[in-house]
């Protein structure tokens, strides 16, 4: 948190739709709060199948979030997501999707499914877009705030999909409009991720941008105009 007093924990989920039972996803699926002095936890948001990277934004202060949804459901069906996370807010994993989308293969719990919270912004569909940090006006040349997302690229569709760094811009804490790339070419014609996968995204001491990618096993530093 902006007072260092909390830590935010993503967990994700141990199975794709709860196909274990509910009882080992006790606790997963969510993002927990921790208080550093006391030592007490609780789950600040669930139904979130898996939330890997966090940032803060800083116009409202509100906890934004990338999660990874589930598979099997086609190439584009559910997607990826940016969202804004609510205290106490429930995002519809195992039982729904994108808002209240019943997932017909899930033993149902109807009063769950009605309290699902619609995602902010779709990623598409398998992009496994893992890091996220806050981008100011200006880090970057021609580049408004926003968030920077490190798309780690899928393996279940059909076509291959992620495998790059993107950017969404933001307005009065909102995002506003279609994502921008900020690196691309990681994936090679033949489809194979033989030039990188990017991870993790952090803005460095100099005003940089890193991104750390985990099949190239390098730090990538991002200054100057993006094409």
């Known amino acids: 948190s902006g007072d260092g007093r909390k830590l935010f924990i993503g967990v994700g ?19 927990h709060e921790l208080d550093l002095e006391s030592g007490e ?3 600040f948001a669930s139904g979130l199948r898996n939330p890997v990277g966090m940032a ?16 099997g459901l086609g190439d584009e069906t559910p997607p990826d997501y940016l969202t804004s996370v609510r205290d106490g807010g429930f995002y519809g994993w195992p039982f729904c999707y994108w808002g209240q989308i019943v997932d017909g293969r899930v033993p149902q719990d109807p009063a769950m499914v009605a309290t699902a919270i619609t995602p902010d912004y779709a990623l598409g569909g398998h992009t496994a ?44 804490g909102r995002p506003a409009g279609p994502p921008r790339d900020i690196l691309t070419g990681f994936l090679s014609p033949d489809e194979r991720a033989s030039h990188g996968r990017p991870v993790g995204v952090t803005i460095g001491p100099d005003g940089s941008l890193l991104v750390a990618d985990d099949v190239g096993d390098v730090i990538w530093r991002v200054t100057g105009e993006a094409e």
């Open 41 to 43: 936890r609780r789950i």
């Open 56 to 71: 803060w934004e800083p116009t409202t202060g509100a906890l934004w979030t990338v999660v990874n949804e589930r598979d």
């Open 13 to 31: 989920s141990l199975s794709n739709i709860g196909e274990r039972g509910m009882a080992v996803e006790e606790g997963r699926a969510a993002i």
């Open 129 to 172: 877009s893992l890091g996220l940090c806050w981008l100011p006006a200006g880090t970057l040349p021609g580049f408004p705030d926003g968030m920077v997302i490190g798309q780690h690229g899928s393996w279940n569709r059909s076509t291959l999909r992620g495998y790059k760094v993107i950017f969404v811009p933001f307005v009065n």
